[in-house]
């Protein structure tokens, strides 16, 4: 049971880059989230999707773009990497709406913009 | 003001003791508590979820809710150097969706032998 899983588990990249962050679940969770953790702030929500085309913005959304064309895949890009994401991203899945349910945290990618 | 707001610390108890992790928050019309453990280097795991007033319960930990005060509390008893981690509290503020949580920046808990 592979669960959920994030590729890769550190990047490198640079200022001006478009960088890809993968997601993949096994448990057909409906819903999927993206987070990053930073120092001083704890984990902050970027965006969510709540099924295969439909995602919300979450607290710090600018400056990323998601889309979900399969229920098991939620990627994150960010189209032109800063600095200021340089960040741990962890994807997220719960099987259905509401925070009362349990969400299930990825391993997290590493990520460094140079 | 921090829509959740823990203390850094970092907290220090023997082996043993009782040690209390506590968290406010802004929004009075917040529902839902939640406490999350995150060892060195990997991914938040939820321990406790909290809805109404008063304590709850399950197995060394407990977890306080005084909505009142804008205050949530966890008690890990017998604490043990396994329980050493950063723990985060987590609140979904009513001014916002039932899909978007709020975390305060965490507690790191040290548990001496």
């Not at chain 1, 994030?6 to 490198?12: A, D, E, F, G, V």
């Not at chain 1, 120092?39 to 400056?63: N, W």
Request: glycine fraction near 8%.
């Amino acid at each position: 049971d592979a669960g959920i899983t994030q590729s890769p588990r550190y990047k490198i990249t640079e200022t001006g880059r478009q960088v890809t962050l993968m997601c993949h679940q096994t448990w057909s969770h409906s819903y999927m989230f993206w987070y990053r953790q930073d120092l001083g702030h704890g984990l902050r929500l970027i965006y969510y999707s709540a099924a295969a085309d439909i995602t919300d913005k979450g607290e710090v959304p600018d400056g990323y773009v998601v889309s979900r064309s399969k229920t098991e895949n939620f990627p994150l890009t960010l189209e032109s990497a800063t600095r200021s994401q340089t960040s741990v991203y962890f994807c997220a899945s719960s099987r259905t709406s509401g925070v009362q349910e349990t969400q299930y945290f990825g391993p997290g990618t590493r990520l460094l913009v140079l | 003001q921090k829509e959740v707001e823990q203390n850094s610390g970092p907290l220090s108890v023997p082996e043993g003791a009782i040690a209390s992790l506590n968290c406010t928050y802004s929004d009075r019309g917040s529902q839902s508590f939640f406490w999350y453990r995150q060892y060195s280097g990997k991914s938040p795991e939820l321990i406790m979820s909290i809805y109404s007033n008063g304590d709850k319960e399950d197995g060394r930990f407990t977890a306080q809710l005084n909505k009142a005060s804008q205050y949530v509390s966890l008690l890990i008893r017998d604490s043990q150097p396994s329980d050493s981690a950063t723990y985060l509290c987590a609140v979904n503020p009513a001014l916002y969706n039932n899909n978007d949580m709020r975390f305060g920046a965490g507690t790191r808990l040290t548990v001496k032998p």
